[in-house]
Nanobody, 122 residues
Framework: QVQLQESGPGLVKPSQTLSLTCTVS??????????WSWFRQPPGKGREWIGN???????YYEPSLKSRTSISRDTSKNQFTLQLSSVTPEDTATYYC??????????????WGKGTLVTVSS
């Protein structure tokens, strides 16, 4: 059973960088052929894929967020991290990490984290 747990600040100021970590247990983030994604869901809106990092270390991003997004990993800790720069209140959302089987758009998800609410406010 794979488990994912998001962690990070729940409040970020506008123009700062949002940083979240997903800790994975029960499976390796380097295992073939999985993709480790970040999603978000703003209040009252649908879920949006942000990007992912592959078992190989390759990264894929939603085009509209690509200029502000960076996803990296620490294989020694079995963690992967999201950084979203220059945040605005429109980036307020519940952020989820997940495991899937598709490179683009986060398809084929079989495990989800519980999600963590991040509010962007001064």
């Amino acid at each position: 059973q794979v488990q994912l747990q998001e962690s990070g600040p729940g409040l970020v100021k506008p123009s700062q960088t949002l940083s979240l970590t997903c800790t994975v247990s029960g499976g390796s983030i380097t295992a073939n052929y999985y993709f480790w994604s970040w999603f978000r869901q703003p209040p009252g809106k649908g879920r949006e894929w942000i990007g992912n990092i592959a078992y190989s270390g390759s990264t894929y991003y939603e085009p509209s967020l690509k200029s502000r997004t960076s996803i990296s990993r620490d294989t020694s800790k079995n963690q992967f991290t999201l950084q979203l720069s220059s945040v605005t209140p429109e980036d307020t959302a519940t952020y989820y990490c997940a495991r899937g089987t598709a490179a683009r758009y986060g398809g084929g998800v079989d495990y989800w984290g519980k999600g963590t609410l991040v509010t962007v406010s001064s």
